[in-house]
């Protein structure tokens, strides 16, 4: 058994604009291995699942509220492969069953190893003592973002996809721009919507895709991580008006600064705009939990 090829609807959001807005909805694509985790995963695990290996195991890393994290469990209770996931933060070790992602990833039955920050950012050297550990162990970075999984990233793309002008996207650690960047047609301008301030992540993206077809745009609205009020009242009226639910770290920050965009005639009239909606929509708890300690508006799903 492996992860299967799987189509999602392209659906219109109803503009009274010049442009059409479309949303290709990845966050259908699996009720657990959810929107681009899923075809980042695609070639990774099946290729993996081809292997003989006394014990399989997925070890990966992220921090508290990771939607990686949790779909990497996911992956390990479907297909019955052990997950080792390597979390930022010492002080998660006593506390982590207060934390809703990190308590659905264990119910699925991933093990943790808490790291110091300063530990955690030498990944390199960690990777490397856990594959010395762990000889037949599937390592996966952060986000979930390599070779393989830009190459996955193309089964986003389809026939239904190339009549747009645009693609859009969040961009975390590059990897899913990357992919649509490498597979989009000769006419199409992609667009990034970089939700963490990184330097280094238009060199990546360019190093992974081979093509310099693609804009970064900043919607971070403050630091990785960070809702604002502002966040949450977009999301909210989004789903009310659209039946669409958005998730505050990615796909809710990149909806977010596109309605800006359209609003200030960034595209030229006529223009089609395709975004992508990547999932992670099992953080939204998680999320509601930190507002609701800060006694803030919350998202409603």
Known sequence: MKLPLISVPIVEIPLEKTVRLFLKREDLVHPEISGNKYWKLFNNVNQYLEKLAPEKKIITFGGAYSNHIFTISAVGKIYKI??????????????????????????????????????YRDKENLTKKLQEEFPDALIIPEGGSNELA???????????????????????????????????????????????????????????????????????????????????????????????????????????????????????????????HTGGLQGIEGANAMLRNKKREEIRF
């Not at 933060?89 to 308590?103: H, S």
């Not at 943790?112 to 300063?118: D, E, I, K, L, P």
């Not at 745009?217 to 789903?239: L, P």
């Not at 965009?261 to 975004?275: P, V």
């Open 82 to 119: 052990s997950t080792l996931g390597i979390i930022r933060g010492e002080e998660l070790r006593e506390k982590w069953k207060d934390n809703f992602t990190l308590k659905k990833a264990s119910d699925n039955g991933m093990k943790f190893c808490f790291v110091s920050r300063a530990d």
């Open 150 to 276: 830009v190459e996955g990233i193309q089964h986003m793309l389809t026939n239904d996809t190339k009549e747009f002008d645009y693609l859009c996207s969040a961009v975390g650690t590059g990897g899913t721009l990357a992919g649509i960047s490498r597979s989009a047609a000769e006419k199409q301008k992609v667009l990034g919507f970089k939700v963490v301030e990184d330097s280094s992540l238009e060199n990546q993206i360019f190093k992974w895709s081979g093509k310099k077809n693609f804009e970064l745009i900043s919607a971070g609205f403050g630091s990785y991580g960070k809702i604002t009020d502002e966040n949450i009242r977009f999301i909210n009226d989004f789903n009310d008006k659209f039946g669409i639910l958005l998730d505050p770290i990615y796909t809710g920050k990149m909806m977010q600064k596109l309605f800006e965009m359209i609003d200030d005639n960034y595209f030229e009239s006529g223009s089609k705009i395709l975004a992508f």
